[in-house]
């Protein structure tokens, strides 16, 4: 059976986590130190790894003699609880209904003692979508719990929850993960799995994925399998759905130069495309912040995610254009961006954000 990336690689210990140090550091401090709280919130974005550290977490404080805070996986309580059926981690998806009956059967059994370790563990994810009911349910729960039970609770949207909750729970906001760990943890990933790519497509992977490891993963399975297992920057480009980077720059340089008849012959071509305008002005912002990245950082910089063939040129328009220029035209497109979805036309509003950046002697003439 195949296995997505994500589903393959999903951490087993703290340390093959990345991007979370400051929520891993003071889980292992309260491991090691047998400070355990009994009841934790994750909070943050989608695919950052919520879930997976609750799992290491539950693991970890049963474990019989954790390694640096991890879970060892050797010892008989590891080897139980890594089972997918183990009665001491229950994971509860309030998504997928209200749970108001699942949390009535938590209160009945959660004073019975552990099976296996010191610890049963509630893993509730998706917390805000509990019911009202099912909140008050919880909170009695949580007021005063035995001393064996374990609250994870997870989310992404932590501003749902009521503060009769947040106020009892010890909170961790897990954080966007930067392109440059996310792209770390791909070539490894690609490496032990034979999957040839080079450094720019991952990159290109890597920011695709916004900060969301999950997402990045699938993007890298989607492009494993377009490519059979040798990845193109190319391809990349074609599974993103985006447009290619030449046409993007052109346009950019078309911008900065005032030269419009070059802006509405690649801007029409990429309409005839059916591209996606909210992404074609993203892509654009991106272009210009590219910009004064090389700039500032040079164009070896780890920031970029620019094929090498394209990159000189991207620093030639940089070095050669106003500063305060490239800046204004990143700014103006990342405002047309956001308002692209509530525009009734996309088309003419990109055109007018361009022809609104023409130099002051264009548009005298
Ligand atoms: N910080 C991370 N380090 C390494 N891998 C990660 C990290 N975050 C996510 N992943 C990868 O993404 C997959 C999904 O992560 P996880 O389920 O923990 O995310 P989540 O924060 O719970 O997301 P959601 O909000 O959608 O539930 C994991 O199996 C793992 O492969
Ligand atoms: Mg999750
Ligand atoms: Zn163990």
Redesign the pocket.
């Given at each position: 059976m195949y296995l997505a990336l994500y589903r393959k690689f999903r951490p087993t210990n703290f340390d093959s986590m990345i991007g979370q140090e400051h929520v891993t550091r003071t889980l292992r401090n309260q491991i090691q130190r047998g400070q355990i709280g009994h009841a934790y919130l994750f909070c943050g974005s989608r695919g950052t790894g919520?879930?997976t550290a609750a799992k290491i977490f539950a693991r970890a404080i049963n474990c019989e003699h954790p390694v640096n805070g991890s879970p060892c996986g050797e010892c008989a309580t590891c080897k139980a609880l890594q089972q997918a059926n183990a009665i001491d981690i229950i994971e509860i998806d309030a998504a997928s209904n209200n749970g108001v009956d699942e949390i009535r059967d938590l209160r009945e059994k959660i004073k019975y003692a552990p099976s296996v370790g010191k610890y049963k563990v509630y893993i509730i994810?998706e917390v805000h979508m509990l019911s009202v009911g099912a909140f008050n349910a919880l909170l009695k729960t949580l007021e005063e719990p035995p001393s064996h039970a374990v609250f994870i609770l997870?989310t992404t949207e932590v501003h749902k929850l009521p503060a009769t909750i947040l106020s009892r729970v010890m909170r961790f906001d897990f954080k966007l993960v930067s392109t440059e760990e996310i792209a770390g943890l791909l070539r490894k990933i690609f490496d032990e799995s034979n999957i040839k790519c080079d450094d720019s497509s991952i990159r290109l992977i890597a920011s695709a994925g916004e900060g969301s490891v999950r997402d990045a993963l699938s993007i890298a399975d989607m492009c494993a399998s377009f490519c059979d297992n040798d990845i193109k920057y190319d391809a990349v480009i074609d599974v993103l759905g985006i447009n290619k980077r030449d046409t993007i720059l052109s346009l950019a340089e078309a911008v900065l130069t005032d030269d419009i008849v070059g802006f509405f012959n690649n801007f029409h071509k990429i309409v005839a495309e059916g591209k996606n305008l909210t992404l074609t002005a993203n892509e654009l912002t991106k272009t210009f912040r590219d910009m004064l990245v090389v700039r500032s950082c040079g164009k070896d910089s780890a920031l970029l995610d620019w094929p090498a063939n394209l990159l000189d040129k991207l620093e030639s328009l940089a070095n050669n254009h106003d500063i305060v220029r490239i800046n204004r035209a990143m700014q103006a497109f990342s405002k047309v961006e956001g308002e692209l979805k509530y525009s009734t036309n996309p088309q003419l509003s990109i055109e007018t954000t361009a022809m609104s950046l023409l130099s002051a002697e264009v548009k005298k003439n």
């Open positions: 919520k879930t994810d997870a």
